[in-house]
Protein backbone atom coordinates (compact mmCIF):
# COMPACT_ATOMS: atom_id res chain seq x y z
CA UNK A 1 0.00 0.00 0.00
CA UNK A 2 1.24 3.43 -0.53
CA UNK A 3 -0.05 7.10 -0.14
CA UNK A 4 0.19 9.97 -2.35
CA UNK A 5 0.96 13.35 -0.99
CA UNK A 6 0.37 16.50 -2.12
CA UNK A 7 2.54 19.07 -1.00
CA UNK A 8 1.68 22.07 -3.20
CA UNK A 9 -1.25 22.12 -4.66
CA UNK A 10 -0.51 25.65 -7.00
CA UNK A 11 0.08 26.07 -10.81
CA UNK A 12 3.74 27.58 -11.62
CA UNK A 13 4.43 30.68 -9.77
CA UNK A 14 2.19 29.84 -6.49
CA UNK A 15 -0.10 31.49 -4.78
CA UNK A 16 -0.10 34.42 -4.29
CA UNK A 17 2.19 35.39 -6.96
CA UNK A 18 5.07 37.13 -7.00
CA UNK A 19 4.07 39.72 -8.92
CA UNK A 20 -0.04 39.96 -9.06
CA UNK A 21 -2.14 42.39 -7.11
CA UNK A 22 -5.36 40.42 -8.48
CA UNK A 23 -8.23 40.28 -6.58
CA UNK A 24 -7.49 36.49 -5.63
CA UNK A 25 -3.77 37.18 -4.65
CA UNK A 26 -4.22 40.43 -3.06
CA UNK A 27 -7.64 38.91 -0.87
CA UNK A 28 -4.86 35.80 -0.24
CA UNK A 29 -2.98 38.03 1.55
CA UNK A 30 -5.01 39.90 3.70
CA UNK A 31 -6.95 36.95 4.21
CA UNK A 32 -5.17 33.52 3.89
CA UNK A 33 -8.01 31.80 5.63
CA UNK A 34 -10.56 33.00 3.29
CA UNK A 35 -7.86 32.43 0.41
CA UNK A 36 -5.21 30.06 1.38
CA UNK A 37 -2.05 30.77 0.41
CA UNK A 38 -0.40 27.61 -2.02
CA UNK A 39 2.74 26.27 -2.70
CA UNK A 40 4.00 25.43 -6.26
CA UNK A 41 2.82 21.59 -7.08
CA UNK A 42 4.55 19.13 -5.87
CA UNK A 43 3.38 15.24 -4.85
CA UNK A 44 5.65 12.36 -3.08
CA UNK A 45 4.80 8.73 -2.95
CA UNK A 46 5.12 7.27 0.28
CA UNK A 47 5.33 3.44 1.38
CA UNK A 48 7.20 1.98 4.30
CA UNK A 49 9.25 4.62 4.95
CA UNK A 50 10.36 5.53 1.76
CA UNK A 51 9.60 7.94 -1.31
CA UNK A 52 9.40 8.82 -4.26
CA UNK A 53 9.15 12.48 -5.95
CA UNK A 54 6.71 13.06 -8.47
CA UNK A 55 8.65 16.05 -10.20
CA UNK A 56 10.77 18.45 -8.36
CA UNK A 57 9.13 21.93 -7.84
CA UNK A 58 10.66 25.35 -7.27
CA UNK A 59 9.32 25.26 -3.50
CA UNK A 60 11.16 21.93 -2.88
CA UNK A 61 13.52 22.98 -0.02
CA UNK A 62 10.44 24.76 1.56
CA UNK A 63 8.45 21.68 0.98
CA UNK A 64 11.16 18.94 2.51
CA UNK A 65 11.73 21.32 5.16
CA UNK A 66 7.92 21.15 6.29
CA UNK A 67 7.74 17.53 5.89
CA UNK A 68 9.32 15.41 8.36
CA UNK A 69 9.19 12.03 6.67
CA UNK A 70 10.96 13.62 3.84
CA UNK A 71 14.35 14.75 6.10
CA UNK A 72 17.60 12.94 6.57
CA UNK A 73 17.93 11.20 10.18
CA UNK A 74 21.32 11.46 12.28
CA UNK A 75 20.94 7.33 12.89
CA UNK A 76 21.29 6.69 9.02
CA UNK A 77 25.13 9.06 8.77
CA UNK A 78 25.79 12.93 8.08
CA UNK A 79 24.60 12.84 4.71
CA UNK A 80 21.06 10.87 3.88
CA UNK A 81 17.82 10.93 2.61
CA UNK A 82 14.75 9.17 2.77
CA UNK A 83 13.95 10.55 -0.93
CA UNK A 84 14.65 7.07 -3.00
CA UNK A 85 13.68 8.78 -6.74
CA UNK A 86 12.06 11.29 -8.71
CA UNK A 87 9.20 10.66 -11.47
CA UNK A 88 9.22 13.38 -14.10
CA UNK A 89 5.94 14.08 -16.24
CA UNK A 90 7.46 16.72 -18.32
CA UNK A 91 10.09 18.82 -18.25
CA UNK A 92 8.57 22.60 -17.58
CA UNK A 93 10.41 24.54 -15.49
CA UNK A 94 8.42 24.32 -12.54
CA UNK A 95 8.61 20.48 -12.47
CA UNK A 96 12.24 20.19 -12.96
CA UNK A 97 13.95 22.96 -11.00
CA UNK A 98 14.00 21.60 -8.18
CA UNK A 99 16.51 18.87 -9.11
CA UNK A 100 18.68 21.88 -9.58
CA UNK A 101 18.10 22.52 -5.83
CA UNK A 102 18.87 18.54 -4.83
CA UNK A 103 22.25 18.86 -5.96
CA UNK A 104 24.33 18.67 -2.47
CA UNK A 105 26.55 15.76 -4.35
CA UNK A 106 23.85 13.35 -3.42
CA UNK A 107 23.18 10.14 -5.25
CA UNK A 108 19.10 10.89 -7.46
CA UNK A 109 17.80 8.03 -9.45
CA UNK A 110 15.78 10.10 -11.67
CA UNK A 111 12.86 8.30 -13.98
CA UNK A 112 12.07 10.32 -17.23
CA UNK A 113 11.14 9.60 -20.72
CA UNK A 114 13.62 9.71 -23.14
CA UNK A 115 13.06 13.10 -24.79
CA UNK A 116 12.39 14.69 -21.33
CA UNK A 117 16.09 13.36 -20.16
CA UNK A 118 17.40 14.37 -23.97
CA UNK A 119 16.25 18.08 -23.08
CA UNK A 120 17.19 18.63 -19.49
CA UNK A 121 20.53 16.78 -20.20
CA UNK A 122 21.45 19.76 -23.09
CA UNK A 123 20.70 22.00 -20.37
CA UNK A 124 24.39 23.27 -19.30
CA UNK A 125 23.02 23.94 -15.47
CA UNK A 126 22.28 19.93 -15.52
CA UNK A 127 26.33 19.58 -15.40
CA UNK A 128 25.97 20.53 -11.19
CA UNK A 129 24.46 16.98 -11.12
CA UNK A 130 27.46 15.33 -12.52
CA UNK A 131 30.10 16.38 -10.55
CA UNK A 132 30.52 12.86 -8.59
CA UNK A 133 29.80 9.68 -10.15
CA UNK A 134 26.36 8.12 -9.78
CA UNK A 135 25.26 11.33 -8.83
CA UNK A 136 22.48 11.25 -11.43
CA UNK A 137 20.96 8.11 -12.82
CA UNK A 138 18.85 8.26 -15.14
CA UNK A 139 15.76 5.59 -16.26
CA UNK A 140 13.92 5.54 -19.18
CA UNK A 141 10.33 5.45 -18.46
CA UNK A 142 8.40 4.38 -21.63
CA UNK A 143 4.75 5.24 -21.93
CA UNK A 144 2.47 2.10 -21.36
CA UNK A 145 4.91 -0.29 -19.69
CA UNK A 146 4.78 -0.35 -16.58
CA UNK A 147 8.03 -0.24 -13.06
CA UNK A 148 8.64 -0.88 -9.71
CA UNK A 149 8.68 2.27 -8.24
CA UNK A 150 9.06 0.92 -4.71
CA UNK A 151 8.40 -2.35 -3.30
CA UNK A 152 4.67 -3.73 -4.14
CA UNK A 153 4.10 -0.25 -5.97
CA UNK A 154 4.08 -0.06 -9.93
CA UNK A 155 4.15 3.64 -12.01
CA UNK A 156 2.61 3.38 -15.78
CA UNK A 157 3.20 6.58 -17.53
CA UNK A 158 0.12 7.70 -20.14
CA UNK A 159 1.29 9.83 -22.87
CA UNK A 160 -0.30 12.67 -22.27
CA UNK A 161 1.04 15.47 -24.82
CA UNK A 162 3.50 16.09 -27.64
CA UNK A 163 4.26 19.58 -26.83
CA UNK A 164 7.24 20.24 -25.09
CA UNK A 165 7.95 23.67 -22.89
CA UNK A 166 8.59 26.97 -24.52
CA UNK A 167 12.33 26.43 -23.52
CA UNK A 168 12.97 23.39 -25.73
CA UNK A 169 10.82 23.91 -28.40
CA UNK A 170 14.08 23.47 -30.52
CA UNK A 171 13.82 20.03 -29.87
CA UNK A 172 10.67 18.11 -31.50
CA UNK A 173 8.91 15.90 -29.94
CA UNK A 174 7.65 13.97 -33.13
CA UNK A 175 10.35 11.41 -33.14
CA UNK A 176 9.37 10.31 -29.78
CA UNK A 177 5.77 10.83 -29.58
CA UNK A 178 3.64 10.53 -26.30
CA UNK A 179 6.68 11.61 -24.05
CA UNK A 180 6.91 15.37 -24.06
CA UNK A 181 3.81 15.37 -21.08
CA UNK A 182 2.62 11.94 -19.31
CA UNK A 183 0.63 10.96 -16.67
CA UNK A 184 1.36 8.42 -14.10
CA UNK A 185 -0.69 5.64 -12.78
CA UNK A 186 0.33 4.63 -9.38
CA UNK A 187 -0.78 1.00 -8.22
CA UNK A 188 -0.21 -1.55 -5.29
CA UNK A 189 -2.56 -4.53 -4.34
CA UNK A 190 -5.65 -3.02 -3.30
CA UNK A 191 -4.93 0.74 -4.82
CA UNK A 192 -4.69 2.92 -7.35
CA UNK A 193 -4.38 6.95 -8.31
CA UNK A 194 -3.61 8.11 -11.29
CA UNK A 195 -1.98 11.18 -11.07
CA UNK A 196 -2.82 14.14 -14.06
CA UNK A 197 -1.56 17.69 -13.29
CA UNK A 198 -1.66 18.88 -17.14
CA UNK A 199 -4.22 17.26 -19.32
CA UNK A 200 -4.98 18.90 -22.22
CA UNK A 201 -7.57 16.58 -23.53
CA UNK A 202 -9.28 13.42 -22.72
CA UNK A 203 -8.22 10.25 -24.46
CA UNK A 204 -10.65 7.34 -24.27
CA UNK A 205 -7.11 6.04 -22.78
CA UNK A 206 -7.25 8.34 -19.93
CA UNK A 207 -10.80 8.15 -19.43
CA UNK A 208 -10.75 4.72 -19.08
CA UNK A 209 -7.42 4.97 -16.23
CA UNK A 210 -9.41 7.11 -14.38
CA UNK A 211 -12.20 5.20 -14.38
CA UNK A 212 -10.43 2.17 -12.72
CA UNK A 213 -9.02 4.34 -10.10
CA UNK A 214 -9.58 4.90 -6.21
CA UNK A 215 -8.56 8.44 -6.60
CA UNK A 216 -7.60 10.48 -9.82
CA UNK A 217 -5.45 13.55 -9.09
CA UNK A 218 -6.70 16.12 -12.44
CA UNK A 219 -5.66 19.46 -13.81
CA UNK A 220 -7.66 22.10 -11.78
CA UNK A 221 -5.48 25.02 -13.51
CA UNK A 222 -7.79 27.16 -14.97
CA UNK A 223 -11.65 27.62 -14.15
CA UNK A 224 -12.67 29.29 -18.05
CA UNK A 225 -10.83 29.08 -20.99
CA UNK A 226 -10.31 32.78 -21.45
CA UNK A 227 -9.38 33.43 -17.53
CA UNK A 228 -5.55 34.30 -18.58
CA UNK A 229 -6.50 36.47 -20.98
CA UNK A 230 -8.63 38.44 -18.60
CA UNK A 231 -6.22 39.29 -16.20
CA UNK A 232 -3.36 39.88 -18.95
CA UNK A 233 -4.04 40.66 -22.13
CA UNK A 234 -1.92 38.89 -25.04
CA UNK A 235 -1.38 35.26 -23.05
CA UNK A 236 -3.15 31.85 -24.43
CA UNK A 237 -6.08 30.84 -23.98
CA UNK A 238 -5.97 27.49 -21.11
CA UNK A 239 -6.61 25.07 -24.38
CA UNK A 240 -3.65 26.37 -26.13
CA UNK A 241 -1.27 25.99 -23.65
CA UNK A 242 -2.06 22.21 -22.51
CA UNK A 243 -5.32 22.70 -20.49
CA UNK A 244 -8.82 21.53 -20.23
CA UNK A 245 -10.64 24.43 -18.17
CA UNK A 246 -12.96 22.97 -15.44
CA UNK A 247 -15.64 24.79 -16.84
CA UNK A 248 -18.32 24.91 -19.73
CA UNK A 249 -19.75 22.36 -22.05
CA UNK A 250 -17.11 20.66 -23.02
CA UNK A 251 -14.76 21.40 -20.09
CA UNK A 252 -13.44 19.18 -17.24
CA UNK A 253 -16.00 18.38 -14.99
CA UNK A 254 -18.60 17.84 -18.17
CA UNK A 255 -16.37 15.53 -19.70
CA UNK A 256 -15.72 13.36 -16.05
CA UNK A 257 -19.31 13.53 -15.15
CA UNK A 258 -20.34 10.53 -15.32
CA UNK A 259 -17.25 9.01 -13.78
CA UNK A 260 -18.49 8.05 -10.29
CA UNK A 261 -16.38 5.55 -9.11
CA UNK A 262 -12.64 7.41 -7.93
CA UNK A 263 -12.38 10.10 -5.57
CA UNK A 264 -12.28 13.39 -8.34
CA UNK A 265 -9.30 15.86 -6.72
CA UNK A 266 -8.15 18.93 -8.79
CA UNK A 267 -4.94 20.20 -8.34
CA UNK A 268 -2.34 22.52 -9.90
CA UNK A 269 -4.56 25.39 -9.55
CA UNK A 270 -3.36 28.77 -11.00
CA UNK A 271 -3.35 32.31 -9.01
CA UNK A 272 -6.04 33.25 -11.69
CA UNK A 273 -8.49 30.79 -10.78
CA UNK A 274 -12.11 32.13 -8.98
CA UNK A 275 -12.31 28.55 -6.70
CA UNK A 276 -9.22 29.79 -4.82
CA UNK A 277 -11.54 31.78 -3.02
CA UNK A 278 -13.57 29.86 -0.52
CA UNK A 279 -16.70 31.89 -0.51
CA UNK A 280 -16.90 32.24 -4.48
CA UNK A 281 -19.62 30.49 -6.55
CA UNK A 282 -17.33 28.73 -8.96
CA UNK A 283 -15.74 26.77 -5.73
CA UNK A 284 -19.31 25.88 -4.84
CA UNK A 285 -20.32 24.13 -8.29
CA UNK A 286 -16.92 22.32 -8.37
CA UNK A 287 -18.07 20.89 -4.55
CA UNK A 288 -21.36 20.26 -5.77
CA UNK A 289 -19.97 18.19 -8.94
CA UNK A 290 -18.77 16.21 -6.85
CA UNK A 291 -15.13 17.08 -6.71
CA UNK A 292 -12.30 17.97 -3.93
CA UNK A 293 -10.36 21.05 -4.28
CA UNK A 294 -6.95 19.53 -2.82
CA UNK A 295 -4.86 21.29 -0.23
CA UNK A 296 -1.21 21.54 0.67
CA UNK A 297 -0.25 18.31 2.58
CA UNK A 298 -3.46 16.42 1.59
CA UNK A 299 -2.76 12.41 1.25
CA UNK A 300 -5.28 10.26 -1.36
CA UNK B 1 19.60 57.23 1.91
CA UNK B 2 18.91 53.38 1.30
CA UNK B 3 18.43 50.28 3.43
CA UNK B 4 20.34 46.71 2.84
CA UNK B 5 17.96 43.82 3.50
CA UNK B 6 19.12 40.55 4.17
CA UNK B 7 16.55 38.24 3.41
CA UNK B 8 17.82 35.04 3.29
CA UNK B 9 21.88 34.68 4.93
CA UNK B 10 22.79 30.86 4.46
CA UNK B 11 24.65 29.72 1.85
CA UNK B 12 23.38 27.27 -0.62
CA UNK B 13 21.74 24.72 0.00
CA UNK B 14 20.04 26.58 2.99
CA UNK B 15 19.82 25.84 6.40
CA UNK B 16 19.07 23.10 7.33
CA UNK B 17 19.97 21.54 3.97
CA UNK B 18 17.63 18.46 2.23
CA UNK B 19 20.18 16.14 2.78
CA UNK B 20 22.35 17.03 5.60
CA UNK B 21 21.76 15.16 9.86
CA UNK B 22 25.06 16.82 10.01
CA UNK B 23 24.88 17.92 14.07
CA UNK B 24 24.15 21.12 13.30
CA UNK B 25 20.75 20.39 10.23
CA UNK B 26 19.59 18.05 13.19
CA UNK B 27 20.10 20.74 16.24
CA UNK B 28 18.02 23.34 13.85
CA UNK B 29 15.19 20.70 13.17
CA UNK B 30 14.93 20.26 16.93
CA UNK B 31 15.84 23.17 18.66
CA UNK B 32 15.27 26.48 16.08
CA UNK B 33 15.61 28.64 18.74
CA UNK B 34 19.03 28.02 19.71
CA UNK B 35 20.23 26.89 16.06
CA UNK B 36 17.91 29.03 14.07
CA UNK B 37 16.70 27.70 10.16
CA UNK B 38 18.02 30.50 7.54
CA UNK B 39 17.13 30.84 3.70
CA UNK B 40 19.31 31.10 1.09
CA UNK B 41 21.21 34.48 0.62
CA UNK B 42 19.18 36.77 -0.75
CA UNK B 43 19.62 40.96 -0.65
CA UNK B 44 17.46 43.84 -1.32
CA UNK B 45 18.51 47.50 -1.75
CA UNK B 46 15.59 49.93 -0.47
CA UNK B 47 15.36 53.66 -1.43
CA UNK B 48 11.88 56.14 -1.52
CA UNK B 49 9.79 52.59 -1.84
CA UNK B 50 11.76 51.30 -4.67
CA UNK B 51 13.89 48.28 -4.96
CA UNK B 52 16.86 46.35 -6.67
CA UNK B 53 17.20 42.88 -5.35
CA UNK B 54 20.97 41.56 -5.16
CA UNK B 55 21.01 38.41 -7.06
CA UNK B 56 18.33 36.35 -7.14
CA UNK B 57 18.36 32.91 -4.73
CA UNK B 58 16.51 30.05 -5.11
CA UNK B 59 14.21 30.99 -1.57
CA UNK B 60 12.94 34.55 -3.08
CA UNK B 61 9.21 33.35 -4.08
CA UNK B 62 9.18 32.87 -0.09
CA UNK B 63 11.29 35.56 0.63
CA UNK B 64 8.89 37.83 -1.45
CA UNK B 65 5.61 36.41 0.32
CA UNK B 66 7.14 37.32 3.38
CA UNK B 67 8.29 41.08 2.77
CA UNK B 68 5.24 43.43 2.14
CA UNK B 69 7.26 46.01 1.15
CA UNK B 70 8.34 43.84 -2.17
CA UNK B 71 4.82 42.83 -3.17
CA UNK B 72 2.88 43.70 -5.78
CA UNK B 73 -0.07 46.45 -4.57
CA UNK B 74 -4.13 46.48 -6.29
CA UNK B 75 -3.89 50.23 -6.66
CA UNK B 76 -1.25 49.76 -8.53
CA UNK B 77 -2.82 47.72 -11.11
CA UNK B 78 -3.23 43.78 -11.58
CA UNK B 79 0.55 42.96 -12.00
CA UNK B 80 3.24 45.07 -10.91
CA UNK B 81 6.33 44.82 -8.23
CA UNK B 82 8.11 47.10 -6.34
CA UNK B 83 11.23 45.58 -7.92
CA UNK B 84 12.61 47.79 -10.20
CA UNK B 85 16.12 45.60 -10.89
CA UNK B 86 18.12 42.61 -10.13
CA UNK B 87 21.64 42.74 -10.07
CA UNK B 88 23.86 39.72 -10.56
CA UNK B 89 27.30 38.98 -9.01
CA UNK B 90 27.98 35.73 -10.34
CA UNK B 91 26.58 33.52 -12.77
CA UNK B 92 26.30 30.95 -9.43
CA UNK B 93 23.21 28.51 -9.89
CA UNK B 94 22.63 29.54 -6.19
CA UNK B 95 22.18 33.35 -7.24
CA UNK B 96 20.61 33.09 -10.35
CA UNK B 97 17.85 30.49 -9.73
CA UNK B 98 15.37 33.08 -8.57
CA UNK B 99 15.45 34.92 -12.11
CA UNK B 100 13.76 31.65 -13.29
CA UNK B 101 10.74 32.15 -10.68
CA UNK B 102 10.22 35.78 -11.56
CA UNK B 103 9.28 34.75 -15.30
CA UNK B 104 5.56 36.01 -15.32
CA UNK B 105 5.95 37.76 -18.26
CA UNK B 106 7.05 40.71 -15.95
CA UNK B 107 9.55 42.98 -17.38
CA UNK B 108 12.41 42.59 -15.52
CA UNK B 109 15.93 44.97 -15.90
CA UNK B 110 18.81 43.07 -15.03
CA UNK B 111 22.62 44.33 -14.25
CA UNK B 112 25.43 41.79 -14.97
CA UNK B 113 28.82 41.73 -16.41
CA UNK B 114 29.06 41.03 -19.69
CA UNK B 115 30.54 37.41 -18.94
CA UNK B 116 27.75 36.68 -16.49
CA UNK B 117 25.29 37.83 -19.29
CA UNK B 118 26.91 35.60 -21.93
CA UNK B 119 26.57 32.53 -19.69
CA UNK B 120 23.34 33.14 -18.47
CA UNK B 121 22.19 33.88 -22.41
CA UNK B 122 24.02 30.61 -23.65
CA UNK B 123 21.20 28.42 -21.21
CA UNK B 124 18.13 27.13 -22.35
CA UNK B 125 15.93 28.03 -19.89
CA UNK B 126 16.14 32.31 -20.29
CA UNK B 127 14.51 31.98 -23.06
CA UNK B 128 11.25 31.90 -20.64
CA UNK B 129 12.51 35.48 -19.82
CA UNK B 130 12.37 36.01 -23.86
CA UNK B 131 8.38 35.68 -24.80
CA UNK B 132 7.54 38.68 -24.38
CA UNK B 133 9.60 42.17 -26.11
CA UNK B 134 11.75 44.02 -23.39
CA UNK B 135 10.50 40.95 -20.72
CA UNK B 136 14.87 40.91 -20.08
CA UNK B 137 16.33 43.96 -20.56
CA UNK B 138 20.19 43.84 -19.74
CA UNK B 139 22.07 46.46 -18.08
CA UNK B 140 26.88 45.60 -18.54
CA UNK B 141 27.76 46.40 -15.17
CA UNK B 142 31.96 46.71 -15.72
CA UNK B 143 33.85 46.55 -12.48
CA UNK B 144 34.78 50.00 -11.52
CA UNK B 145 32.34 51.73 -13.50
CA UNK B 146 29.92 53.19 -11.08
CA UNK B 147 25.76 53.35 -12.07
CA UNK B 148 23.33 54.74 -10.32
CA UNK B 149 21.43 52.27 -9.57
CA UNK B 150 18.48 53.95 -8.13
CA UNK B 151 17.57 57.52 -7.62
CA UNK B 152 20.93 58.49 -5.52
CA UNK B 153 21.87 55.43 -4.67
CA UNK B 154 25.01 54.43 -6.73
CA UNK B 155 26.59 50.86 -7.51
CA UNK B 156 29.75 50.26 -8.46
CA UNK B 157 31.28 46.50 -8.80
CA UNK B 158 34.36 45.61 -7.46
CA UNK B 159 36.19 43.06 -9.17
CA UNK B 160 36.58 39.40 -6.72
CA UNK B 161 37.45 36.19 -8.87
CA UNK B 162 37.53 34.84 -12.70
CA UNK B 163 36.33 31.44 -11.35
CA UNK B 164 32.97 31.21 -13.36
CA UNK B 165 30.44 28.13 -11.80
CA UNK B 166 31.29 24.46 -12.65
CA UNK B 167 28.23 24.44 -15.10
CA UNK B 168 30.06 27.01 -16.95
CA UNK B 169 33.63 26.22 -17.10
CA UNK B 170 33.55 25.91 -21.11
CA UNK B 171 33.34 29.65 -20.94
CA UNK B 172 36.42 30.83 -19.87
CA UNK B 173 37.04 33.80 -18.19
CA UNK B 174 40.55 34.96 -19.95
CA UNK B 175 38.90 36.89 -22.10
CA UNK B 176 36.74 39.30 -19.50
CA UNK B 177 39.43 39.45 -16.47
CA UNK B 178 37.65 40.23 -12.98
CA UNK B 179 33.75 39.56 -14.63
CA UNK B 180 33.04 36.13 -12.92
CA UNK B 181 32.56 37.24 -9.40
CA UNK B 182 32.12 40.51 -8.30
CA UNK B 183 31.58 42.21 -5.37
CA UNK B 184 29.44 45.23 -5.02
CA UNK B 185 29.77 49.38 -3.31
CA UNK B 186 26.66 50.63 -3.28
CA UNK B 187 26.75 54.37 -2.09
CA UNK B 188 24.84 57.49 -1.21
CA UNK B 189 25.12 60.73 0.36
CA UNK B 190 26.43 60.29 4.04
CA UNK B 191 26.18 55.89 3.75
CA UNK B 192 28.36 53.22 2.38
CA UNK B 193 27.75 49.61 2.20
CA UNK B 194 29.83 46.87 0.99
CA UNK B 195 28.42 43.70 -0.45
CA UNK B 196 30.72 40.42 -0.46
CA UNK B 197 29.45 37.44 -0.01
CA UNK B 198 31.96 35.24 -2.16
CA UNK B 199 35.44 36.66 -0.83
CA UNK B 200 38.81 34.42 -2.20
CA UNK B 201 41.20 36.62 -1.21
CA UNK B 202 41.12 40.36 0.28
CA UNK B 203 43.03 42.55 -2.53
CA UNK B 204 44.42 45.56 -1.27
CA UNK B 205 41.01 47.88 -3.44
CA UNK B 206 38.82 45.64 -1.55
CA UNK B 207 40.56 46.43 1.59
CA UNK B 208 40.37 50.10 1.17
CA UNK B 209 36.55 50.09 0.16
CA UNK B 210 35.94 48.23 3.00
CA UNK B 211 38.15 50.63 5.33
CA UNK B 212 35.77 53.55 3.27
CA UNK B 213 32.28 51.78 4.26
CA UNK B 214 30.05 52.19 7.33
CA UNK B 215 28.96 48.50 7.09
CA UNK B 216 30.50 45.92 4.95
CA UNK B 217 28.92 42.21 4.38
CA UNK B 218 31.35 39.75 3.98
CA UNK B 219 32.10 36.15 3.52
CA UNK B 220 31.31 34.10 5.91
CA UNK B 221 30.71 30.29 4.07
CA UNK B 222 33.38 28.53 5.93
CA UNK B 223 34.64 28.82 9.30
CA UNK B 224 37.52 26.66 8.62
CA UNK B 225 39.15 25.78 5.35
CA UNK B 226 38.56 21.71 5.91
CA UNK B 227 35.25 21.90 7.56
CA UNK B 228 33.17 20.93 4.01
CA UNK B 229 35.96 17.78 4.13
CA UNK B 230 35.49 16.83 7.47
CA UNK B 231 31.85 16.74 6.46
CA UNK B 232 32.36 14.72 3.25
CA UNK B 233 35.51 13.52 2.41
CA UNK B 234 36.46 13.95 -1.40
CA UNK B 235 34.99 17.75 -1.52
CA UNK B 236 37.07 21.03 -1.86
CA UNK B 237 38.55 23.36 0.48
CA UNK B 238 37.25 26.12 1.29
CA UNK B 239 39.97 28.15 -0.49
CA UNK B 240 39.89 25.96 -3.43
CA UNK B 241 36.22 26.94 -4.44
CA UNK B 242 36.37 30.78 -3.70
CA UNK B 243 36.17 31.43 0.12
CA UNK B 244 38.68 32.42 2.52
CA UNK B 245 37.79 30.65 5.88
CA UNK B 246 36.46 32.84 8.70
CA UNK B 247 39.59 31.91 11.20
CA UNK B 248 42.93 30.78 11.20
CA UNK B 249 46.37 33.14 11.00
CA UNK B 250 45.51 33.97 7.17
CA UNK B 251 42.13 33.70 7.51
CA UNK B 252 39.19 36.47 7.32
CA UNK B 253 38.97 37.72 11.22
CA UNK B 254 42.50 37.86 11.22
CA UNK B 255 42.89 39.53 7.71
CA UNK B 256 40.44 42.42 8.66
CA UNK B 257 41.40 42.76 12.45
CA UNK B 258 42.37 46.54 12.10
CA UNK B 259 39.39 47.60 10.20
CA UNK B 260 37.93 49.25 12.70
CA UNK B 261 35.79 51.92 11.26
CA UNK B 262 32.60 49.63 9.87
CA UNK B 263 29.97 47.29 11.20
CA UNK B 264 31.31 44.18 10.09
CA UNK B 265 28.89 41.46 9.13
CA UNK B 266 29.27 37.55 7.91
CA UNK B 267 27.02 36.67 5.79
CA UNK B 268 26.38 33.45 3.15
CA UNK B 269 26.63 30.78 6.34
CA UNK B 270 27.01 27.66 5.10
CA UNK B 271 25.29 25.05 6.97
CA UNK B 272 28.72 23.12 8.18
CA UNK B 273 29.92 26.51 10.09
CA UNK B 274 29.92 25.83 13.49
CA UNK B 275 28.91 29.30 14.51
CA UNK B 276 25.59 28.70 13.46
CA UNK B 277 25.31 27.25 16.67
CA UNK B 278 24.28 30.04 19.24
CA UNK B 279 26.28 28.11 22.44
CA UNK B 280 29.10 27.30 20.19
CA UNK B 281 32.24 28.44 21.04
CA UNK B 282 33.33 29.42 17.30
CA UNK B 283 30.32 31.87 17.62
CA UNK B 284 31.61 33.25 20.97
CA UNK B 285 35.36 33.56 19.23
CA UNK B 286 33.70 35.78 16.56
CA UNK B 287 31.45 38.05 18.38
CA UNK B 288 34.33 39.02 20.50
CA UNK B 289 36.42 40.08 17.64
CA UNK B 290 33.80 42.73 16.83
CA UNK B 291 31.75 40.66 14.00
CA UNK B 292 27.87 40.45 14.04
CA UNK B 293 26.37 37.12 12.64
CA UNK B 294 23.71 38.03 10.37
CA UNK B 295 20.29 37.14 10.89
CA UNK B 296 17.34 36.62 8.36
CA UNK B 297 15.41 39.83 7.87
CA UNK B 298 18.63 41.59 9.42
CA UNK B 299 19.16 45.70 7.59
CA UNK B 300 22.09 47.40 7.21
Excluded at 20 to 27: I, R, S, V
Excluded at 196 to 213: F, K, R
Excluded at 269 to 295: F, H, M, Y
Aim: aromatic share 6%; with cysteine.
Amino acid sequence: MFTLQLLGTAAGGGFPQWNCACALCDLSRRDPVRCTPRLQLQAVVRSQGRNVLLNAGPDLRVQIEATPTLQPRPENGRRNTPIDAIVLTSADLDQVLGLLLMREFQPLRVYATPLVRRVLEANSFFRMLERVPQQLTWVAMLPGEPFELLPGVTCTAIPMSDDLPYYAKSFGASAEPGQAVVGLILASEGKKVVYTPAVGQISEALYQGYAAADAIAVDGTFWSDDELQRAQPGTPLAREIGHVPMSGEDGMMAQLAKLRGPRKVFVHLNNTNPILDRQSDERKAVLAGGWEIAEDGWEL
